[in-house]
């Protein structure tokens, strides 16, 4: 999986700076997400994977289901990325360009596992409370597994927060296992 995230990288970096130049970071990530999702279609990855598909006609099919989204500067950079034979990457070349894009944005990513559907206003006071604790704005994204009992599981890049029931049992049974 390193390999593959290390393969992407330049490829980020360079729609990154792309995008930055043309001030479509947002248009970008759309096409991004977009691409990585048609590269991933089972009938998308049969032609990928067959060498007998010239990567002439890879990129041609990707600006037909692209449409008007992918301008041309966009199919250059996926004739770029056909010229290397990289389309498998395309997922995590659209993750990494989100990296950059919230770096840029000085913006986080943050999961919120709850036990319970969270209500806005309290979407709203945890956004508050991570963005004072990160210095950034928060993205935040919300999940609910009951399985938690009650309370939430924060994640923000490789920091994690449990503050869940289950997490806190699970800890008291560590330590009285001792």
């Not at 479509?24 to 032609?47: K, S, Y």
């Not at 500067?73 to 996926?78: D, I, M, P, R, S």
């Not at 993205?139 to 920091?159: C, F, H, M, T």
Request: negative net charge.
């Amino acid at each position: 999986m390193s390999s593959r995230i290390t393969l992407a990288r330049p490829y980020a970096r360079a729609a990154f700076q792309a995008a930055r130049d043309a001030d479509r970071l947002a248009d970008w990530r759309e096409c991004l997400t977009l691409a990585a999702g048609i590269a991933v279609a089972p009938e998308m990855r049969e032609l990928i994977d067959n060498p007998r598909v010239e990567r002439g006609r890879l990129v041609d099919l990707f600006r037909d289901l692209g449409g008007e989204r992918f301008d041309g500067a966009f199919v250059n950079f996926l004739g770029a990325v056909a010229h290397h034979d990289r389309f498998e990457l395309l997922p995590e070349i659209a993750a990494q360009f989100e990296y950059l894009r919230r770096e840029a944005e000085k913006r986080v990513h943050v999961h919120v596992t709850s036990a319970y559907p969270m209500e806005s206003a309290e979407r709203e006071s945890l956004a508050a409370r991570l963005k004072n604790r990160f210095g950034r704005e928060v993205d935040l994204e919300v999940a609910v597994d009951e399985s938690l009992i009650g309370g939430v599981i924060i994640r923000a890049g490789d920091e994690v927060i449990d503050g869940s029931v289950r997490g806190r049992l699970e800890q008291l049974g560590k330590q009285l296992a001792v």
